[in-house]
């Protein structure tokens, strides 16, 4: 009965495989409330992260999702957020001039009259680190414990 839990940039999945019913069961029963606790606290943890959130919360926290769904021997619970850019949110990333692209406008005229070289030497940040704010790796690593132990409890006095 292998069971893995896996953690990328934009969601966080445990799945119990060649479950029998009664397991599967009460794993899902029980996982469900973890899931439900998690995919609150990932939303609370990216409120946190902004000063103002207003009326409109934009489209990253609009898309946290989860959910819990049952297979055939399988229980998968999961938490992540949909937003194309949610990655960035969670890991962080760093602004460099490799993002800067002579395809129009003015730097490819700087192109043209040989000026980019300099403007990309003397005045443009050549690598601004952007700080991570992760929202599901921290409530999944706080209920890590409790997902594990909803497993073992779920295979007990069958």
Same mark, same amino acid.
């Given at each position: 009965? @292998?069971?893995?839990?896996?953690?990328?940039?934009?969601?966080?999945? +445990?799945?119990?495989?060649?479950?029998?019913?009664?397991?599967?069961?009460?794993?899902?029963?029980?996982?469900?409330?973890?899931?439900?606790?998690?995919?609150?606290?990932?939303?609370? &943890?990216?409120?946190?992260?902004?000063?103002?959130?207003?009326?409109?919360?934009?489209?990253?926290? +609009?898309?946290?999702?989860?959910?819990?769904?049952?297979? &055939?021997?399988?229980?998968?619970?999961?938490?992540?957020?949909?937003?194309?850019?949610?990655?960035?949110?969670?890991?962080?990333?760093?602004?460099?001039?490799?993002?800067?692209?002579?395809?129009?406008?003015?730097?490819?005229?700087?192109?043209? &009259?040989?000026? +980019?070289?300099?403007?990309?030497?003397?005045?443009?940040?050549?690598?601004? @680190?952007?700080?991570?704010? @992760?929202?599901?790796?921290?409530?999944?690593?706080?209920?890590?414990?409790?997902?594990? +132990?909803?497993?073992?409890?779920?295979?007990? &006095?069958?």
């Amino acid at each position: 009965m @292998p069971f893995t839990m896996k953690v990328e940039a934009r969601s966080a999945f +445990a799945q119990f495989d060649g479950l029998a019913d009664k397991v599967r069961q009460r794993f899902a029963g029980s996982i469900k409330r973890t899931e439900e606790a998690i995919l609150a606290e990932a939303r609370a &943890n990216a409120v946190a992260h902004f000063h103002s959130v207003g009326a409109k919360p934009g489209v990253y926290l +609009a898309s946290f999702s989860g959910g819990v769904k049952e297979t &055939n021997g399988s229980v998968i619970g999961w938490v992540r957020n949909g937003a194309r850019l949610a990655h960035l949110m969670e890991d962080g990333f760093t602004i460099s001039d490799l993002m800067i692209q002579a395809k129009g406008g003015v730097m490819a005229w700087m192109e043209a &009259n040989s000026v +980019a070289a300099l403007y990309r030497r003397e005045i443009h940040r050549h690598a601004t @680190p952007v700080q991570a704010f @992760p929202a599901i790796r921290p409530a999944f690593e706080a209920h890590k414990a409790e997902i594990e +132990a909803a497993a073992r409890a779920a295979v007990q &006095n069958l």
